[in-house]
């Protein structure tokens, strides 16, 4: 899963648009449960990794009149006024492997020269409340990347984790260690969230669903 929409009868909203090239399955999926992708008021690009932001633009194309929404720390990677921090990331760590390795090794590229750049069309600050679903309110989730982002939508008791959070192989919520770039910080953030709100419902894109005392586990995991 790489995509949650919020849809209340007058807001329709995707929250991140997946891999370049999976547009014609969000796509379907839209039709699937009788939306429109051309209906879109708002896309949230939770951050500029290329398997959530890989389709923007394609999405974009077919929803011209949803404004798009990020941090001010993920906007230029999004935008494409900056190279993207993940990319950063993988080409400092190949430059510090051993020739030989290196050698042997293909350098950093993945799916980024796939992703098409989009406009940004708001900056959104941690506590940014929108009318969405009743209320979904933006919660910066520091630690994953700089200006990460997940949303909890307080009539649900859900919070849209992103890739703040994943399904282990028992099917709890934890943080992706080894995609994040500051785990104790990422930590200091789920503390944080924990505290904040009363989570019933938690969405990780990458694993699943996941029922329970959300709040009470995500203290659990970070530790304070």
């Known amino acids: 899963m790489d995509t949650v929409v919020l849809e209340d009868g007058r807001d329709l909203v995707l929250v991140d648009a997946g891999t370049p090239g999976i547009y014609p399955v969000i ?6 449960a009788g939306l429109r992708i051309g209906d879109l008021t708002g896309i949230v ?107 909890y939508v307080a009539s649900e008791k859900a919070f849209i984790a992103g890739d703040s959070l994943s399904l282990d192989g028992a099917g709890n919520p934890v943080p992706p260690e080894k995609f994040t770039f500051d785990p104790a910080l990422a930590k200091r953030s789920l503390a944080a969230a924990a505290a904040r709100f009363d989570i019933r419902t938690i969405y990780c894109y990458h694993g699943g669903i996941w029922h329970g005392d959300g709040s009470a586990a995500l203290s659990a995991i970070s530790g304070y």
Not at 27 to 32: D, K, L, N, P, R
Not at 62 to 72: G, I, M, N, Q, T
Not at 79 to 89: E, Q, T
């Open 27 to 32: 796509e379907a999926a839209f039709q699937g």
């Open 45 to 151: 690009a939770t951050h500029q990794d290329q398997d959530h932001i890989g389709s923007l633009a394609a999405v974009k194309r077919a929803a011209p009149r949803a404004r798009v929404y990020a941090s001010a720390a993920q906007a230029p990677g999004i935008d494409g006024s900056a190279k993207p921090m993940r990319l950063i990331a993988e080409e400092e760590a190949y430059a510090k492997l051993p020739a030989e390795t290196r050698k042997r090794t293909p350098a950093p590229a993945g799916l980024w020269p796939e992703v098409e750049r989009a406009e940004i069309g708001s900056i959104v600050s941690d506590g940014d409340v929108f009318p969405w679903c009743g209320g979904t309110e933006i919660v910066f989730m520091e630690g994953h990347m700089p200006g990460n982002l997940s949303l």
